[in-house]
């Protein structure tokens, strides 16, 4: 760090230093000095640094709150500085750029055909529909090997019978 300071003098960069030495060559030297000094490290030897370590991540923290706070910084912010990070992939991801082409079949379709149209659709899941088309649950690998353990005789149930009701949707 000390030697990056000529160089923050040169570009005429303001900077905050966090130490726990108000006297280090690099408090001295920056424009903001944050003292983050603790009486004794938790340490059974005051030697390795486990006190002021956390200290010092408490202060970066408040001091990353604050700034975020005082710049009204929103969550479209994170994806648009660090759009390759988890938070703006996260943000910037939509449900129609990661979901597969679901297969789809009647409430009243037997159980061969729920075992046919999730083994072809390679998902592991079929969207059931009403009469009218509109769709109100899905079967699962997982509920189809629940059903066969719980029923044994498959041949009279329909995907009615197994299917997981009230599913969570998303828009595109």
């Given at each position: 760090m000390i030697k990056l300071l000529p160089y923050l003098r040169h570009i005429q960069a303001c900077s905050i230093a966090i130490t726990g030495n108000p006297a280090s060559t690099l408090a001295t030297s920056a424009?903001?000095?944050?003292?983050?000094?603790?009486e004794r490290e938790s340490c059974p030897n005051n030697l390795a640094p486990t006190t002021s370590t956390t200290a010092t991540l408490v202060?970066?923290?408040?001091?990353a709150v604050a700034l975020?706070?005082?710049?009204?910084?929103?969550p479209v912010d994170f994806a648009r500085f660090h759009p390759g990070g988890s938070l703006g992939r996260k943000l910037l991801t939509k449900a129609m750029e990661v979901m597969h082409q679901?297969?789809?079949?009647a409430c009243t379709a037997p159980f061969a055909e729920v075992v046919h149209e999730i083994s072809e659709g390679r998902q592991g899941i079929v969207c059931v529909i009403d009469d009218a088309g509109q769709m109100v649950g899905v079967v699962t690998d997982g509920d189809l090997r629940r059903a066969i353990e719980k029923q044994g005789q498959t041949e009279h149930l329909t995907a009615n019978d197994i299917m997981g009701r009230m599913p969570v949707v998303v828009a595109q």
């Open positions: 424009n903001v000095h944050l003292d983050v000094s603790v202060m970066g923290d408040a001091l975020m706070n005082r710049r009204a910084f929103m679901v297969r789809f079949l």
